[in-house]
């Protein structure tokens, strides 16, 4: 029997997703943070670096898609659940890892548990805000814990990092992960889509081999050459596995990617968009961390307080967004992102190894206001216009595009810095003027994108999407099932 959930409980349970956001993502900032202790403590290379950082975002962007689905199929609250005790498993693995191997193998547990976190909460806000308006300040709120986390994750990991050593920062995901568990099996309802989607395997495998091996190639295409036998053949499986991706899941009935949904303007927009926008984030906070520690001379705690200005701007700009969104629609927002973007980036193509700290510093509170307006158009474009019933599906895509923009962008941003200066080390500030000016070029596509994923061309063609699926079935609220 169906429930109705209070105002009290609705935003309580918003409360209890955004702990697994919390936990995501600050997993991010506070990793990056401790990127040059790990490579002293357990002599990683540049591109060992970058797997510690892509193990993890890889096997997210792999399985996201998988774990919305699933979760659709059933249960959110059970996948949301089982999510939470695989990434605090895995955290606590990190922690004792001996060495990098099994860093990077932990980190892929970790992943594995996120992936059932991010898309599902965000399926779980969506049934339980049913009014657009009251969805788009919900949806506000959880970009703005986006910049909690980034403000708690640099300075506490600096913190920790610089007291009691790299490894503590995987020990504070273990009470918050605990925590969740309980609040979610007492307050969070269950919901199921009205019909469960089949599983898609094969379209899971092409999905998983498509990007492991154009980030394989990407990071490893420095030391084995371009031209090798290795990275040419890397790229060659990932473009047959992408075409094979495509035409398998155009034959399926319920496939694991339901590509109806990129005859929607808005939502392809809001796709590349988040692509964009987190390989720009994603290359911001990997080169930054390095130059900060070990160009800089910074400490960890020191280079955590000279990333705060970007972390406080997105926590301050991510709810201002999102009631801009609520009030005047996506492209304002957009278009503010990529100006900023741009700006920042602009700054840092002059990077020098005596850069004054007061430039760096604007170029970081820019780049925050860019990344704090981003989030909330994005989101909301992907679930907006979709079935309810489709919103672990539409969630999952959404957040699929950034986490393979975040790993592009370390791949990417890593092996074009780490080719041009050959280790962290004199010179290497200079080494990465092409990749900030990668990042403009990504503000640029935000820019021109905003402009036209909002016309009233564009908007037509998100209501023929969803004529689509409303012929399929139709998108009854979800079952809510109190919580025993």
Excluded at 28 to 49: E, H, K
Excluded at 285 to 303: C, M
Excluded at 331 to 347: K, Q, S
Aim: one cysteine or more; charged letters at 10%.
């Amino acid at each position: 029997m169906q429930q109705e959930l209070t105002p009290r409980r609705r935003w309580g349970v918003l409360a209890i997703c955004c702990c697994s956001l919390l936990l995501v993502s600050m997993d991010n900032t506070i990793v990056n943070v401790a990127l040059p202790s790990i490579r002293r403590d357990l002599d990683a290379s540049l591109s060992g670096l970058q797997w510690t950082i892509d193990a993890y975002t890889l096997v997210l962007a792999s399985l996201l898609m998988l774990s919305g689905s699933t979760a659709d199929r059933v249960g959110r609250r059970r996948v949301f659940q089982t999510g939470l005790v695989t990434f605090t498993l895995g955290s606590l693995l990190c922690s004792v890892a001996p060495g990098l191997g099994w860093l990077v193998a932990a980190r892929v547990v970790q992943a594995i548990g996120g992936s059932m976190l991010n898309p599902v909460a965000m399926s779980i806000i969506t049934n339980v805000f049913p009014d657009a308006r009251e969805r788009a300040r919900a949806i506000g709120i959880w970009g703005a814990v986006v910049g909690l986390s980034m403000a708690l994750g640099p300075v506490v990991g600096g913190a920790l990092t610089e007291t009691i050593g790299w490894r503590s920062i995987f020990w504070i995901n273990v009470p918050v992960g605990l925590a969740a568990v309980v609040l979610a099996a007492r307050f969070v309802p269950e919901s199921k889509a009205a019909r469960a989607r089949r599983p898609d395997p094969l379209g899971q495998v092409l999905v998983a081999t498509t990007l492991a091996t154009v980030t394989y190639a990407i990071i490893e295409g420095p030391r084995h050459g371009w031209g090798s036998p290795l990275i040419v053949g890397l790229f060659a499986v990932s473009a047959f596995a992408l075409a094979g991706l495509i035409a398998w899941e155009l034959r399926r009935t319920e496939p694991l990617l339901e590509l109806r949904f990129f005859r929607s303007v808005p939502f392809t927009g809001a796709t590349v968009t988040a692509v964009t926008a987190f390989a720009a984030f994603g290359a911001f906070l990997f080169l930054n961390s390095l130059y900060l520690q070990d160009i800089r001379g910074f400490s960890p705690l020191q280079a955590g307080l000279c990333t705060l200005p970007m972390a406080v701007a997105t926590f301050v700009m991510a709810p201002i967004s999102g009631r801009i969104v609520g009030s005047r629609g996506v492209r304002l927002p957009l278009v503010t992102a990529g100006v900023c973007t741009m700006a920042a980036a602009a700054v840092l193509v002059t990077l020098t190894s005596s850069t004054p700290l007061p430039v760096l510093l604007g170029a970081y509170l820019v780049f925050g206001v860019g990344f704090g307006m981003v989030n909330s158009p994005i989101t909301n474009t992907a679930v907006s216009g979709m079935p309810r019933a489709q919103a672990g599906v539409a969630a999952a895509v959404a957040s699929t595009s950034r986490q393979v923009g975040s790993s592009l962008g370390v791949a990417i941003s890593g092996s074009i810095a780490g080719a041009a200066a050959g280790v962290i080390g004199p010179g290497f500030a200079e080494a990465t003027h092409p990749v900030w000016w990668l990042v403009l070029g990504c503000g640029a596509v935000i820019v021109v994108l905003a402009l036209v994923a909002t016309t009233a061309r564009a908007q037509a063609s998100t209501q023929r999407v969803a004529s689509f699926f409303a012929e399929d079935a139709p998108a009854p609220a979800p079952v809510a099932v109190p919580a025993r």
